[in-house]
Nanobody, 126 residues
Framework: QVQLVESGGGLVQPGGSLRLSCAAS????????VGWFRQAPGKEREGVSC????????YYSDSVKGRFTISRDNAKNTVYLRMNSLKPEDTADYYC???????????????????WGQGTQVTVSS
């Protein structure tokens, strides 16, 4: 069964850090572009970051650039999102997803991604 499972969310104070994990089962994650998305209450789901096959390219939204880092561990069939200097506006449900191709593309967006995890909640609050 093809599945993505996110973990690592939680409650953190402003300025703190979290590392989200996206673990795949039923297929080899390394062959595909993987994106992280987030959805805050009352808002549309937005793209946060994307990583291509063999980490050839990584992309970040302007709102997280310089604070978040995406990476992949092919041996563990997992992609990570390291989030530093967290802000209250980062509060959202975070989802990982795979595209049916190995590259993100400079104009990567939600429509390119077909397999989704169930999400993990991140709350940034004092």
């Amino acid at each position: 069964q093809v599945q993505l499972v996110e973990s690592g969310g939680g409650l953190v104070q402003p300025g703190g850090s979290l590392r989200l994990s996206c673990a795949a089962s039923g297929f080899t994650l390394a062959y595909y572009a993987v994106g992280w998305f987030r959805q805050a209450p009352g808002k549309e789901r937005e793209g946060v970051s994307c990583i291509s096959f063999r980490e050839v390219n990584q992309y970040y939204s302007d709102s997280v650039k310089g604070r978040f880092t995406i990476s992949r561990d092919n041996a563990k069939n997992t992609v990570y999102l390291r989030m530093n200097s967290l802000k209250p506006e980062d509060t959202a449900d975070y989802y990982c997803a795979t595209a049916e191709r190995s590259w993100c593309g400079t104009n990567w967006n939600r429509a390119d991604f077909t397999t989704w995890g169930q999400g993990t909640q991140v709350t940034v609050s004092s």
